[in-house]
């Protein structure tokens, strides 16, 4: 073996939206950002964490959405991780994402070894994951586009799976690497349990390549996701520390997923058979699967009582004490502001609950009631039919844009920390116990000039208090105005 | 028939703290002040406005915990109710209450026909209820102590039995009135099926006497429970529109029940079969059986969204959407601070919940964020290590005490109506969209001087944020100091 100096170039895609996870997860903080598997690390820090041996891999990149970006930044820095963020302007499923990064890394070395991985699975076995990488490299090296295939534990119907074929040429001996058969599509049950009979494997997701293979493949079998890819790459703007992929170029791209794309057609697959725990995380009856569970099987997280009840999943995120009383195989998961019960077994059913909650028009479908910006966030606490109450915390250095509303008038008052507020022009700073007032159509700036989070009570009063009552006049941020 | 003439002296026992229906019930706001079996009205009100018809019924007099005065004050109010209200200084179950009832109603008429009636059950038709009390009147009137007997749907093990005895001497020929064979404590279920099979009925807890019969047989059965609510009478002082009965004499009284002290042991109970719908709400599965439902069988109030669930009690009574999937049978019930989820027939072990989560020193086993004061009513909506936030309710009129506290400072926003905020002898007007802000150690006092309800938001700041750091100077309500 001669691949020692051979470093992996890992590209994280995280672009999904997952409403599987509701109420945990939604649109405006989708669950591979939520701490599910462990308590305190959302799975996408788990999968950048999974990368931090320097002999192994390279500095990685994540394939991010737009909105996503803050929130990706912010994660990389509380797990102490520096990236390339790259960022998509809109959903166009995984192969664009992948040409995309089959590209960022040939622009250094056209046989860079790329190991694409989905941001929102859990892995029970770092170090088995990392040996797997380095043994599927002599694979990929030769050519191959290499998969991971994942050691089924029952007949799953929510996965794909993959049918070996023959002895890989040019790949390590004992690695057990195989050529592709076939990629199947989620069986039925009975299919499921046939396939696992015959030594099928699960297709996780995970894809290790040469930069220039993946490339020539593209342009075989995907040449229109390949030239959009190639065109939001040239139209791409660094804004901050992200790298802002064209729009109109990315919008060309098919909508298309890089199994169909490319993998299902490909002759240069290959599979290396691994045996980690491993869950996509699709389901709160996933995440039960997986988790860590006490005596009488239940997998409990946050404020929460139990009274006669056995294997179930009961997570509070929020303030809100949660019980149950008398059942079994539920999942209950309770935030500030949704609550979902349901059966383990029905648990897969809870993206359609969405579905029906959005076409009713209930905001907590998609929007959490904490909010993240690239200054800190902001939660609401109170409305009523003139006011809202909102709780704001800007990080040490932090800056709101320069803004004014229409319709509202505000009330800060500071509850730790400094803040330095702008109002018209009249710079003041306002410590804890001391309070703003901001008449309506101020131009008004928050800043954290101190080295703690600054928190405050903002009581806003007015005929109207939307969030798009806010005119930006300056940003740092870069974000629009309106 | 010679009683028309003869009105009933309601006395309605207002005193109970069921937690059984928790998270909506708990000590600080107890089940008959909540709006259950039907929406906007609580049973206890309900209670009341089944004694409207003055032809039948006298002014009714109200005995409750003083702790819940204002609630029931407010309440009465709300249904445009007036009552005495005579305050229990502490809990001494059902015996003492009833002998307060009889002495109270004796020293305007010695022969006063007194109907005690539980604040806190469903009764589904008025008229028949008010058709049962005057059917009673004629045994009463005889020297009886009249029972309602309630009809058993079910061989429920939750309710006390009356086996009837021969036709009641004296009573009204049809009213179909007994003498009482036994009164039967909580059976079993295959004896509650035989019991019902020999025709015996629910002791509702209704009972219709002569105010003298009822003191004769407490003399006789109970006399320690009749000197100490006479002189917890005697020793009563007015207060507001409050008759506070006597601390130390009323703490005198044994702890017991009207049944155990006097009915199980008179020879002068009567017993009048009746066949309204009746519940005593006691489980919130006794809730879902007397609830309007849907077609699928779910009892539903406020924010609730279901996806295949049957047979099931969902309420939401916050702002929290509260949502089930793929579960049959359950009691969901979430507020703004606890959550329940109970299988419809262990919904009865809510109470063993409950003292578990006083042990573990939950605050939510007891109170309620949401906390009822004589001037209106205050909600915390966010807390911090070192601030907190309520939204402050005043009735027109509403004066809180004068005040000071030594660990915070309080800002005020004033987001609807005016406030006459006063601070060391300074007394000014806040309006809408202003503040006052209150320095620690200050003296002060909020009244609303308005015609509407003034609403504001106070943000408390400082080491200690705890109700009990509230030193009342001077309070229209007569609340103590500390």
Redesign the interface.
Known sequence: MSDAGDLIHPVILCGGSGTRLW?ASRESFPKQFIPLAEPGRSSFQATAARLSDPATFARPAVITANDARFLVAEQLAQGGVEADILLEPCRRDSAPAVAVAALHAASHDPQALVLILPADHAIGDDAAFGEAARAARAGARAGHIMTLGIAPTHPSTAYGYIQPGSPLPGAAGGSGARTVARFLEKPDATRAAGLIGEGALWNGGYFLFRADVMLDELETHAPAVLAAARAALATAVRDLDFVRLGVEAFGQAPQISIDYAVMERTERAGVLPVGFPWSDIGTWGALWDIAARDGDGNALRG?V?L??TRNSLVH?TG?????????DD?V?V?TD???????R???G??K??VE??RR?G?P?ADAHRLMYRPWGSYQR??I????Q?K?ITVKPGGRLSLQKHYHR?E?W?V??GTAEVTVDGVVRLVH??E?A?LPIGCVHRLVNPGKIPL?L?E?Q??SYTGEDDIIRIEDVYGREGG
């Open positions: 109420p404020r009582a009274r006669g509070s303030e809100i004490l949660t019980t149950v009383v008398g059942l539920v209950v309770t502001d949704a609550v979902l019960v349901a059966s077994e029905a648990a059913e809870v359609g609950l029906g909650l009713r209930e907590e606490i109170d009523g039919a003139r006011f109450v709780r008038a009330h008052v509850v730790r804890e116990n309070a007032y928190e009570i009581v009063v007015g």
